[in-house]
């Protein structure tokens, strides 16, 4: 027979513990396993119950993020001046705009970017000695065809393809990308063939 302690230093055994008519009655008809599947089912009633209690009271506060489609976001027209901007800061705001990451609508896998007008492009500059290092390379196609030229030559012959080689290296480089490119519209000088779409200048 154990003994137990009741907290004042007296001991007294376990079975001379008085107990009910009912107790007795409960745990003698109740084995080891019964009493765990009990216990158990028990536990599982009263997690299901505060699961319900808080979601009965629970205030949804999480934001919900909403992907747009480009047909729900209209696409403006932007005119932008090149003339004596630096090459890459004029590049990576020109991206920026063909993307619409200055949309609030904006969303990564869907083309919800402007159409933009680029003027004056040939007048655009490189700082330091970077128009002399800095070369781009093509090829014609043939065997042994590959050209290196540097930016101080392209930009008297092809200053288009100086100004659209930076964009689009700021863009991503799949089928989404060259959807964007197709929005950018580079021209030689002040005027360009776009005035019925009244883009909307803008300096940088």
Known sequence: MHEASDGFGAHRSIAAVPRS??????????????????ARFLIIKYISFQKDLVQENRVDTMPKTRF??????SKKWFLVDAEGKT????????????????KPEF????DLGDFVVVVNIEK????????????????TGYPGGGRFESFSDLI????????????????????LGRQMFKKLKV??????????????????
Not at 68 to 73: C, D, G, M, Y
Not at 107 to 110: I, P, Q
Not at 161 to 166: D, G, N, P, S, T
């Open 187 to 204: 021209y030689r000088g002040a005027e360009h063939p776009h005035s019925a779409q009244q883009p909307e200048k803008i300096s940088f």
């Open 87 to 102: 090459l890459g800061r004029i590049a990576s705001r020109v991206a920026h705009l063909l993307r619409g990451k200055h």
């Open 107 to 110: 969303t990564t896998n869907h």
């Open 21 to 38: 008519a009912a107790e007795v009655n409960v745990f003698e008809g109740i084995d080891r396993s019964s009493g765990v599947r009990v």
């Open 68 to 73: 747009f489609k480009p047909e729900e976001v």
């Open 156 to 175: 008297k012959t092809k200053p288009e393809m100086v100004m659209e080689h930076a964009i689009k290296g700021m863009l991503p480089h799949n089928r």
């Open 124 to 139: 655009v500059k490189m700082t330091g000695k970077r128009p002399e290092l800095r070369q781009l390379f093509h090829n």
